[in-house]
């Protein structure tokens, strides 16, 4: 039958809250953590398919499916679609990442069978009309716009692509418009066979929900998927391709743009929560290095940080400012010049504990919140295959030492190794 396991995530008189997870007879699994506290549940319908997962030629695809299934269903119509949760006050969305696709809903406690019966209707009945498919393809387009009206989206899609050259990571997740225009019908469902096996699709789901009764849900909408297809095999991309890149390009804009960074550690390395928190006392918030030295101290640009991407096999490590073209040289100066300070100097310990602190309140604050706990949940089964518990996270954090975040910015920050991407105006 079901392979199932359930366990206190944490204390459940400290935390009040339960992790469980069952697997159905067909590979699906189901993952939830229990609030009884509060009347609001967040679900979400995860499948382990990304932008990673498409040839150049199907570029876009992933997310193109991600629109088309909310076009109309065997069930329900396009109004229906957009009905279903917002008339019950919900709130229905769906995203796609380098590596995930997730469709989620928040909804009242009450509603999770209708909001079960809905996710499962998006994902497995889509009929990819193609009429439908033309004018949302219009709606893309409209979308890939944007994006590229926007500067600092463009010079992160541009360092991702010096970054994984000859790569899918180096690929935008939105596709472009010549692949977009073309595709049809056949090709979703080719994508859908190829990605959408019960193995690879997680269902989620966080706040006052029991674990049994999702269970149940489970089995009655999802457990006719059949396998099809052969496992899902992803190609990591090749140290060849790891060699710093000094790229400029213009656009019609005010302001210059810059990304520099290199590749990092994946989600599962051993030295990801060093990282994590040199990016936080580096780069985020008003009281972070870059912060107090571009922006407060010498006024160079308004926007001012650096990042930190964990993939499953990978990762990048990256900076970002906006200033005036002829600040360029001097923005980037500093950044290395902070840089510098961190791999020739230990931080102190007040400030390394400034920093936990920092990261682990973030964290907390972001407890708080039903969607952010499933986003947790789904991501942490998809990357890992189990659940990590927050005090666990936090007990990570705080093992992190002065000797462990300066071995860090030793081995990373070598500014020799670094690529930068400059978008200027033309």
């Known amino acids: ?19 469980r997870k069952t697997v159905l007879k067909n590979g699906v699994r189901v993952v939830t953590e229990t609030i009884p506290y509060v009347r609001s549940v967040s679900v979400g319908v995860w499948a382990n398919v990304g932008s990673r997962d498409e040839r150049p030629d199907q570029n876009g695809i992933t997310h193109f499916l991600e629109h088309m299934v909310f076009k109309g269903t065997k069930k329900r119509s396009i109004r229906e679609i957009a009905r279903s949760i917002e008339s019950r006050g919900g709130y229905l969305n769906a995203f796609t990442t380098k590596e995930n696709t997730c469709f989620y809903a928040r909804i009242l406690d009450i509603n999770i069978s209708h909001t079960v019966d809905v996710l499962s209707d998006l994902v497995r009945n ?15 387009l409209e979308e890939l716009k944007s994006s590229e009206d926007d500067p600092e989206d463009v010079v992160h899609e541009y360092f991702e692509r010096a970054l994984f050259p000859n790569h899918s990571l180096g690929l935008p997740i939105i596709g472009c418009e010549r692949n977009l225009m073309n595709f049809q019908r056949s090709h979703l469902r080719t994508h859908v066979a190829s990605h959408y096996a019960p193995s690879n699709v997680v269902i989620a789901a966080a706040g006052n929900v029991d674990h049994s009764k999702l269970v149940s849900l489970s089995e009655k909408f999802f457990s006719s998927m059949s396998q099809t297809g052969a496992p899902q095999m992803r190609k990591a991309p090749s140290s060849s391709g790891d060699r710093p890149k000094k790229l400029d390009h213009t656009k019609k804009i005010h302001q210059a743009h810059v990304c520099l960074g290199r590749r990092a550690y994946s989600a599962k390395h051993k030295q990801r929560y060093p990282l994590l928190l040199l990016n936080t006392l ?9 912060y107090q030295s571009v922006r407060e101290r010498h006024g160079l640009a308004y926007s001012i940080y ?9 990762g990048v490590f990256g900076t970002y400012v906006a200033t005036d073209e002829k600040n360029v040289a001097n923005a980037i100066d500093l950044i290395f010049k902070e840089l510098g300070k961190l791999r020739s100097k230990s931080v102190s310990k007040a400030e390394l504990e400034r920093t936990k602190s920092q990261i682990k309140g973030t964290m907390m604050l972001g407890l708080e919140n039903m969607s952010g706990r499933m986003m947790r949940l789904g991501s942490s089964e998809m990357v890992f295959e189990e659940y990590v518990p927050i ?14 975040i300066h071995r860090v910015a030793k081995e990373l920050f070598v500014e020799e190794q670094f690529s930068t991407v400059i978008i200027r105006p033309s």
Request: aromatic fraction near 6%.
């Open 1 to 19: 039958m079901l392979k199932s396991s359930g366990s206190p995530s944490f204390n459940p008189s400290a935390e009040e809250s339960m992790y």
């Open 126 to 140: 889509a009929t990819f009309n193609q009429g439908e498919m033309e004018k949302e393809k219009l709606v893309v």
């Open 282 to 290: 580096l780069g985020e918030g008003m009281s972070s290095r870059l």
């Open 306 to 314: 650096s990042f930190v991407n964990l993939l499953s096999d990978t």
């Open 391 to 404: 005090q666990t996270v936090l007990d990570n954090i705080d093992r992190v030492t002065v000797e462990g």
